[in-house]
Nanobody, 123 residues
Framework: VQLQASGGGSVRPGGFLTLTCAGS????????KAWFRQAPGKEREFVGA????????VYSNSAKGRFTVSRDDARNEWYLLLNYLQPDDTGRYYC?????????????????WGQGTQVTVSS
């Protein structure tokens, strides 16, 4: 069972990226699907999530209005669209899955994690 995050890169402030989390080894249809990020020297923090029923999404205050979480159950994937990126958004972005979860903001709620993909925002 594996989650593979991809799509990171280096962009200028105001730019955008789309991150993809691809699940393999099992279906993640019954899982809450989330994104977290971690900047150097800081704790991993919640970005956004969909509940296992597809409700939500819920976002952190910093993500609200700029980032969008979506999913494609047929492809066993979910996505994070990052708009209007700022230097403070720099970090490693991780996808995570929680069986029949409700989109918790707590890292301890998630059983499966991807390896992360790096996002760097600088001018």
């Amino acid at each position: 069972v594996q989650l593979q995050a991809s799509g990171g890169g280096s962009v200028r402030p105001g730019g955008f990226l789309t991150l993809t989390c691809a699940g393999s080894g099992k279906s993640f249809n019954d899982y809450a699907k989330a994104w977290f990020r971690q900047a150097p020297g800081k704790e991993r923090e919640f970005v956004g999530a969909l509940t296992w029923t597809g409700r939500g999404p819920v976002y952190s205050n910093s993500a609200k209005g700029r980032f969008t979480v979506s999913r494609d159950d047929a492809r066993n994937e979910w996505y994070l669209l990052l708009n209007y990126l700022q230097p403070d958004d720099t970090g490693r972005y991780y996808c995570a899955a929680d069986f029949k979860g409700v989109g918790s903001k707590d890292v301890r709620s998630y059983e499966h994690w991807g390896q992360g993909t790096q996002v760097t925002v600088s001018s």
